[in-house]
């Protein structure tokens, strides 16, 4: 029989955890997964995001460089809960133009964001392997396709999360684990600052055929469905949340040319 619509995107029952869930896009991601069912664990680094979300959440520290830690807190929660969601959100971003500097940037960038996010994968499959189910939804950015300018190490990076994301889904797809990635477009987030009020914001804006930055709904629909049955066979997929922005080659106010 085919399960009801509504049945099909519930996550009653179902223990998510989302890395770097304390602020921003994570945090954002949390609520939704939330509020369609789920059973919260959020983590994060910085001491005062954690105790602003935990009346909201279970929040629990975390450096995703810790590979004992990491692989500590996913024993312990799937010993007790099982693990059935993870979305690797934690990430950061330096400036680090490739003329300048050492290799210090690259090396962070790599570490949280690439192999940070390889560990929670591999950390939280064992559980899911073992149930039989899991979904794992890694966050990459518009620029997993676009060169930046001024960090070789971002991009890199998050070009690395969809090469990755396509493996953990072959990898995993035999024991009904699906891998995605969400590429999220611009967004208000602390590492944009004050961008979206300058003139380069303005550009941004421009660019973006629906005519705005990202919000916060605009998240719920997306890591609702990749996370629910809804998205059984959609695994290895990397989905822009960009507002059109990947595919937009001139400002949207310029009209026919």
């Known amino acids: ?142 620029y997993s396709a676009f060169g930046h300018p001024r960090s070789a190490g971002y991009a890199a990076t998050k070009a690395g999360v969809v090469g990755m994301t396509r493996s953990l889904a072959a990898e995993l797809g035999p024991y009904g684990i699906q891998a995605n990635a969400v590429l999220p477009g611009w967004f208000p987030t602390a590492i944009n600052g004050a961008l979206p009020q300058l003139p380069r914001g303005e550009e941004i804006r421009r660019r973006t055929p629906v005519g705005r930055w990202g919000q916060d709904a605009d998240l719920a629909g997306i890591t609702v469905f990749l996370a629910s049955r809804a998205s059984d066979f959609v695994t290895g997929a990397a989905i822009p949340l960009d507002g059109g922005y990947m595919i937009s080659d001139r400002f949207i106010d310029e009209g026919p040319q």
């Open 1 to 142: 029989m085919t399960p009801r619509l509504a049945d099909l995107f519930s996550l009653h029952g179902r223990l998510a955890v989302v890395t770097g869930g304390n602020g921003g896009l994570g945090l954002a991601m949390a609520r939704a997964l939330r509020d369609a069912g789920a059973t919260l664990l959020v983590t994060g680094q910085d001491a005062d995001k954690n105790a602003a979300v935990s009346g909201e959440f279970d929040v629990r520290p975390l450096d995703v460089t810790d590979a004992a830690a990491v692989a500590r807190l996913f024993d312990d929660i799937g010993r007790d809960h099982g693990v059935g969601i993870l979305v690797n959100n934690a990430g950061i971003y330096l400036d680090d133009p490739v003329s300048e500097g050492d290799l210090s940037a690259w090396e962070r960038m790599i570490d949280v964001n690439l192999t940070g996010s390889l560990r929670c994968a591999r950390a939280a499959a064992r559980h899911m392997r073992a149930a039989g189910s899991g979904k794992i939804i890694n966050v990459g950015s518009v």
